[in-house]
Structures are given as structure tokens and as C-alpha cells.
């Protein structure tokens, strides 16, 4: 197979000619340095990033916050999707799900075939590095906003819970970026068994946050910014609000619900915006429950609040130990 025009450094171009043993395994490590090396580089320079993500919302946020906050969090929604469609495909970027690239048992690779693995690995990083620096420009726009804003704002948790959310973006995408590395320094390993003889696999694996629960609780969070930046809310919100609620899980919440005659959807909404929490689908779970225990549903909805049976409530705690929650 000819070499020319495939544009690898000289390091890399002197093993696809030669093909020392194990060339394939060595070809990629050197591939994936010499790919890694530049966007390390291109990485450390966040400015273009932050002024784009900055000139974006820093306005929208003054003359629309709704509009602005709802995009916000379904940008870090999309970021959760593409972390889940990476974490089920990252497979192909270690040898053993490259055959085509890497060769089966006994038949040499293909030089060319191996470049393009390296630099699909090489731009996934250079994403996920993207999406690093956006999350962080977005938590520190947010992070001004608040202090642009009243300390009883009705709108102030809201805008903490979207604030966590780009912190858990932050930590999410950094500990890919930390695993990404590891590979690229066991590849490094695998290079120095190669040349005495002993051959590695390239296995690759991901840290694993659970998805699922993160797009759950952005689907909370876009529910209270609709509700809260709803100007038809605001006077019946301010009005509503529990200013002394404090809970940490769903238990304390269950706790809660038992000590009210009817909570305003509004509250409820509130206190469990810090858990993630949507309204329907915790007054859903817990009506299940009541009729488990009782036979009759724990809260019924009248209007804009709920009205609770309390017996049923405390039922439901005392037997508390029997749900998984």
C-alpha cells in the first residue's frame, strides 16, 4: 500500500514503511500523539469560545431571561445526549473494534485505516474539550446574572438549579477528557510492551454518569423556568412561596406534603426543582402508593394546588421502609 499523501508526522511515517511487529498497535500510539498534541495545544486557547458563548446570552438574558434560560438548559440537555450516544460507541476506537482497521488474527492492518481511527478519536476530544470550555462560559454568565438579581427573586432557585446543572456539564466532560488521556498514556504503555515483544489490546473505557437521571432533572428544571418566568405566575408565586424549605430527599418531601392540608403546585414545584423532581410524576408515584396502602389516592388536584389526605400520607410513612425511594 502506498504511503503517499497520507500526511503523518516522520515518526509515524518511518513504522507504516517498515512495519515493525505489532506496527499497527505502534502506528496508532504514535498517530494519536501527534493528533492529541495539536489539539491539546488549540485547547488551551479559550478565548473565541468564551467570547461566543458570552455574546450569546450575556444580552438575551437582560431582554428575554425566559428565551435564554430555556436554550441554556436545552443546550446542556443536548450535551447529555451526546455523551450518552459517545459512552455506546466509544468501542470503536480501541483495537479490538477496529479489525478492518487493526487486521484480523495473522493479516497486517491498514496504515490508512488506522490514521482515520486516530483522528476520530482526536476529534471527539477536541469536542468534548468544546463542550468543556461552553459549560464553564456558561456557569460563570449565569453566575453574574445572579448577582444582578434579588436575594428573594421567586426566580433565584431556578436559576441556581440551571447554575448546578452546568457545574455537573463541567465535571461530566472534564472526567471524559481525564479518561481520554489515561487511554492515550496506555497506549503509550502498550508501545513499550510492543517493542519487547508483548502485545496489548486498546480497551477503552468511559466513566459512567447516569444520563437518564441528568435529563431527568433538566426536564424538571425547563418546567420551572416556564412556570417561574411566566408573568401570569409572578404575583401568585412571590405570594405562594415557602422561603423556609429545606429538603434534601424525596423522604423529607413525603414528610413535608403529610404536615399540609393542600400545598399550591407552586411550592411544590419549588421544593422539588433542588431534587430534579417534576410534580407530575412525584404525585403520580406517590397517589400509586396510597393506593398500595389505602385504596384511595393521597393528593387531588384542584386547581392551581392540591389538596392532601393526610391520613393516607402518614400511612404511606409509616410504611415508608416497604418503597424504594
Known sequence: M?????????????????????????????????????????????????????????????????????EIVNFLKSQMVYIKELMTSFHKYSSDGNQDAFGPMGIPGDARKIKIVAQKFAGEYFDIGCRWIEAKTLFHVIDLHLTQIALDDPQKSVILAIGNECLKSISIHRNLILDMDRFDSFINESVNAARSGVKKQHTFTLSSPDIDIESEREEAIIENVKYEFDENNMSS?????????????????????????????????????????????????????????????????????????????????????????
Open 237 to 325: 408565586s412571590v405570594a405562594s412561596k415557602n422561603t423556609n424549605a429545606s429538603f434534601n430527599s424525596i423522604a423529607d418531601i413525603y414528610t413535608w406534603i403529610a404536615s399540609c392540608e393542600s400545598i399550591s403546585k407552586a411550592d411544590l414545584r419549588r421544593n422539588l426543582l433542588p431534587l430534579g423532581l417534576l410534580v407530575s410524576a412525584v404525585v403520580e408515584e406517590l397517589n400509586e402508593k396510597a393506593l398500595g396502602v389505602s385504596g384511595d389516592f393521597a393528593m387531588l388536584e384542584e386547581g392551581d394546588k392540591f389538596e392532601v389526605n393526610r391520613n393516607i400520607m402518614i400511612l404511606i410513612i409509616d410504611n415508608i421502609e416497604k418503597f424504594d425511594i
Open 2 to 70: 502506498s504511503l503517499k499523501n497520507l500526511n503523518m508526522s516522520p515518526a509515524a511515517h518511518e513504522i507504516a514503511l517498515n512495519r515493525p511487529r505489532y506496527w499497527e498497535h505502534l502506528l496508532y500510539a504514535q498517530l494519536l500523539s501527534d493528533e492529541l498534541a495539536e489539539i491539546r495545544l488549540a485547547l488551551q486557547d479559550e478565548t473565541l469560545i468564551r467570547k461566543r458563548i458570552s455574546f450569546k446570552y450575556n444580552e438575551s438574558l437582560k431582554s428575554n431571561p425566559s428565551k435564554a434560560f430555556l
